[in-house]
């Protein structure tokens, strides 16, 4: 009956990850907790494409 949380934990860890631009290709770190836009340090462009989060996942491959 205390189960049941573990899966929390795989959200709790998205703040800061790492994007790129797809304007100029660079990789920005933005941390979303203090900045509020997501721009681009570089060229200034506004679309960022969000990298994965460093999970693990193998796909079965056969
Ligand atoms: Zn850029």
């Known amino acids: ?3 049941g ?3 929390v934990d795989v959200m709790a860890k998205e703040k800061a990850y790492g994007y790129k631009c797809l304007s100029c290709g ?5 941390d979303l ?3 509020k836009k997501i721009i681009c340090p570089y060229c200034g462009y ?9 999970v693990t996942r193998r796909v079965t491959a056969r």
């Open 5 to 7: 949380r573990a899966e």
């Open 33 to 35: 907790q203090k900045a």
């Open 46 to 54: 506004r679309i960022l494409e969000k990298k994965r989060p460093p």
């Open 1 to 3: 009956m205390s189960q």
């Open 26 to 30: 660079k990789d920005v770190d933005i």
